[in-house]
């Protein structure tokens, strides 16, 4: 399938298929090729994780756009941001857990030595200012 790109910014007329394509904003329409151009889009705001405590892979990393749409995508998709120590331990629940991942807007890194903790780490690097209303275009 063929699809047009479209959106503010990102290659304006540029066909590309849609097998290619990292996300699409199912609101607006907006499609971000690659995760780069996704992570870098100031319309994007970090906002939350929700967590799969059965296949940590398959949590959900949640972002606003600057549509007023909330955009998800698995923590699997940002894995290899992170190049830091797995943990095989889950402390999730235990007296040491500090509960991070267990409230979706906490975007804390947790310092515990827990197998959770590398998801913790990856929503650090995704997070980046809110726009003013003049950086929106």
């Known amino acids: 399938m063929i699809m047009l790109l479209v959106g503010?910014?990102?290659?304006?007329?540029v066909?590309?298929?849609s097998d290619q394509i990292f996300k699409t904003c199912k609101i607006c329409g907006m499609q971000w090729i690659t995760r780069?151009?996704?992570?870098n889009d100031p319309q994007v705001v970090s906002i939350g994780y929700q967590a799969n405590f059965v296949?940590?892979?398959k949590g959900l990393f949640l972002f606003n756009h600057s549509c007023q749409s909330t955009l998800s995508v698995e923590v699997q998709a940002f894995q290899?941001?992170?190049?830091g120590p797995m943990f095989e331990d889950r402390l999730t629940r235990s007296e040491a857990c500090r509960g991070y991942c267990l409230h979706r807007n906490n975007l804390r890194p947790c310092p515990e030595q827990c197998e959770c903790a590398y998801v913790r780490e990856i929503l650090g690097?995704?997070?980046?200012?809110?726009?003013?209303?003049e950086q929106i275009c």
């Open 15 to 17: 066909i590309v298929d």
């Open 8 to 13: 503010c910014n990102y290659f304006f007329g």
């Open 80 to 83: 290899d941001l992170y190049a």
């Open 55 to 57: 296949i940590l892979g």
């Open 36 to 39: 780069d151009q996704f992570i």
């Open 125 to 133: 690097f995704l997070q980046k200012p809110a726009l003013t209303a």
